[in-house]
């Protein structure tokens, strides 16, 4: 069973525009809440995490929106640029912070110039 | 700085056969994990160890065995290789704690056939 659901699969969006990818999940436990970006034939790196007692963590264009009571949580880019293209994924852990974490199944993001 | 190591790059191998993946780490983290991606499911957790001499199962623990002998390396052994174990693997490290980021090796894409 996928714990974390994330969508969509794919995205394609103009430069400068704002790209928006969801994550929902299960586990009621979970308390730790990062987004990782992937860049073809290379290992995914931090891009940005949250905790549930904030709402909203902002750095720089990325911003990430935390609805604890839906169990929702989403990645805000702004400015979308040609370098942002990449595969995101959401991930969240509970108690280990980043030791055993269950990821969402990823989204390729294109940002067309 | 190296960070994550991990070799081969490239593997194939024909079904039943066994092999090593190597994962090496200069950061002195405690955690290190293993997790396979495939197209459409995000990266799954298959061992993890919280520090030299303790390792535990993730979600797709299966044909994999781990060992940790000391902190900085944790090799990843497939006993007989099956074609549903073609993937790509990466290890990661963190230092443990809450709000700690993983760091991921550049992956071993493995083909079985």
């Known amino acids: 069973q996928q714990q974390v659901k994330q969508s969509p699969q794919s995205l394609i969006v103009q430069k400068g525009g704002i790209s928006i990818i969801n994550c929902a999940y299960e586990?009621?436990?979970?308390?730790?809440f990062p987004w990782y970006q992937q860049f073809p034939g290379k290992g995914p790196a931090l891009l940005i995490a949250?905790?549930?007692?904030?709402s909203e963590k902002k750095e720089g264009r990325f911003t990430i929106s935390f609805n604890k009571s839906a169990k929702q949580f989403s990645l805000h880019i702004m400015d979308s640029q040609p370098g942002d293209s990449a595969t995101y994924f959401c991930?969240?852990?509970?108690?280990?912070?980043?030791?055993?974490?269950?990821f969402g199944q990823g989204t390729r993001l294109t940002i067309n110039p | 700085n190296a960070g994550v190591t991990q070799t081969p790059k490239f593997q194939v191998l024909k079904t039943g056969q066994s092999m090593t993946l190597q994962c090496a780490q200069d950061?002195?983290?405690?955690?290190m994990s293993w997790y396979r991606q495939d197209p459409g499911m995000g990266l799954r957790l298959i061992h993890y160890?919280?520090?030299?001499?303790?390792?535990d199962q993730g979600e797709v623990p299966n044909g994999y065995n781990v060992s940790r002998s000391t902190t900085e390396d944790f090799p990843l052994r497939l006993l007989s290789a099956a074609p549903s174990q073609t993937s790509v693997y990466f290890c990661?490290?963190?230092?443990?704690?809450?709000?700690?980021?993983?760091?991921f090796g550049q992956g071993t894409r493995l083909t079985v056939v």
């Open positions: 991930a969240a852990s509970m108690n280990q912070g980043a030791q055993k974490l269950v």
């Open positions: 990661a490290s963190s230092p443990g704690g809450f709000n700690t980021e993983a760091f």
């Open positions: 949250i905790r549930p007692d904030v």
């Open positions: 950061m002195n983290h405690e955690y």
């Open positions: 586990n009621t436990a979970f308390d730790y």
């Open positions: 160890s919280v520090g030299a001499g303790i390792t």
